[in-house]
């Protein structure tokens, strides 16, 4: 007696059934498959992107938007900071480096951001085409700007005043005077670099009316060991203000910036350089390690809850199959004692419930690991802040086999009891019950 064909046989009379028994455990395991998902690449992208920064300065305002916004470039700045206001930081013996990050404009969605050639090696970028910008009419790009806006390199296009911050492309004044070349493209690195345009600082302030000629200055950013300029009676003659968003105050005196990565030289930073930011006045240190991991404990909340859901999802769902395959036994009971009569074992007619239930089990933890993937693919691809974050569903992890392991588990321990009475049910009793 062939018990494959004798189970799909039980499972197509009852196809009806099995399947709503399939789709229940796939909705279940499908649940927690993108949680397992979400979670894994929130703390893996936020471990990435603050590994090397040890603070971030910005305007007063919230800790956690300074991190978003210069960290993550997924909200807002909480406005700008004078240039020369840091240089005190900048030359700090407990200091190792600084990166500047000035920004303001943004094109087709993406955000321009006035930095330097340091935070390419921050995050360990290599050049895919072309070259590092030079000067304040070149960017480079990332290679998620390079494929959706179709640029490449020597190709120009004017910047937009405004920046994204994380509901798509910004509507603002299009700065004609201005045009930016296409120096080069980064490789894909799977992080926020690969959604930023990327050019000097000075390229910033000479769009919004830093006008002199800041190649010199430019120069002494390299020499420097912070990569930092201090000429600041230059600044304060050539300077300007930006708004909130970076926006060009024409005639303030001191060019300003959105945020400054800090990389600490000693650990001694840690504990003295934030509270020597915070006492002076319109800075904020905002340490990325603690609000990454702030954010992440506020989203946990959430994400347990999803969990306990697609928890009681797959606990009804072995409920359901206990009911279903015990109501089959019942139905079958005449059936599986004529063979028995007939010469079938007692380990067969249990083989064949256990792996009924296996089957069912089977597919739907196949069905639901599709699902969680596929739903986690629509996640990153049809929201802005996912895609900023890189999440897809094209990722594997060791905890979906366990998942796998304890959905069979769940099958085969609702078949049990079915199971066993099947196994103790005498043949003559079963044959004359009515």
Do not use: C
């Not at 921050?122 to 304040?136: R, S, T, V």
């Not at 905890?399 to 079915?418: C, D, K, S």
């Amino acid at each position: 007696m062939n018990i494959w064909r004798l189970t799909f046989a039980y499972l197509g009379r009852n196809a009806l059934g099995a399947s709503l028994h399939v789709l229940l455990v796939a909705l279940g395991v499908a649940t927690i498959t993108v949680l397992l998902l979400l979670g894994h690449q929130l703390d893996d992208r936020g471990r990435a992107e603050t590994r090397g920064i040890d603070m971030v300065v910005g305007a007063n305002g919230s800790p956690l938007q300074i991190i978003l916004s210069s960290v993550f470039h997924i909200d807002t700045p909480t406005g700008n900071i004078p240039y020369h206001d840091l240089e005190w930081l900048r030359e700090h013996p407990l200091v190792a480096s600084t990166i500047p990050l000035a920004m303001g404009d943004s094109y087709r969605g993406f955000r321009i951001i006035g930095t330097q050639h340091d935070l390419v090696a921050h995050y360990g970028a290599e050049l895919h085409k072309g070259q590092l910008w030079e000067g304040h009419h070149q960017v480079t790009i990332g290679a998620d700007v390079a494929s959706v806006t179709g640029l490449a390199v020597g190709d120009t296009f004017h910047g937009v005043h405004g920046i994204a911050s994380g509901d798509g492309p910004v509507r603002g004044e299009v700065h004609d005077d201005h045009v930016y070349e296409v120096a080069g493209i980064l490789e894909r690195r799977g992080r926020v670099i690969d959604r930023l345009i990327l050019g000097s600082v000075e390229s910033v302030w000479h769009v919004h009316g830093h006008t002199h000629d800041s190649d010199e200055a430019h120069g002494r950013d390299h020499a420097d060991g912070h990569g930092h300029e201090h000429d600041n009676d230059h600044d304060h003659e050539h300077g300007h203000r930006d708004d909130p968003e970076g926006e060009a105050e024409h005639g303030d005196e001191t060019p300003e910036i959105t945020a400054l990565l800090v990389s600490y030289r000693s650990p001694l930073g840690a504990v003295t350089l934030p509270r020597m930011v915070n006492s002076r006045p319109g800075l904020q240190a905002a340490s990325p390690a603690q609000e990454t991991n702030r954010l992440i404990g506020l989203l946990g909340v959430g994400l347990d809850a999803l969990r306990l859901f697609g928890g009681i999802l797959l606990g009804a769902a072995g409920l359901g199959l206990f009911v279903g395959l015990y109501n089959a036994l019942r139905q079958r009971r005449q059936d599986m004692m004529i063979m028995r009569a007939l010469g079938a074992a007692k380990r067969v007619l249990v083989g064949q419930i256990l792996l009924e239930a296996f089957l069912i089990s089977l597919l739907g933890a196949l069905l639901g690991l599709a699902l969680g993937h596929l739903a986690m693919d629509l996640l990153g691809e049809g929201f802005n802040q996912a895609r900023q974050m890189a999440m897809d569903g094209r990722l594997l992890l060791i905890e979906e086999l366990y998942l796998l392991l304890g959905v069979l588990g769940i099958g085969l321990v609702a078949a049990l009891i079915p199971a066993w009475q099947a196994y103790r049910t005498p043949v003559a009793s079963a044959l004359t019950k009515r």
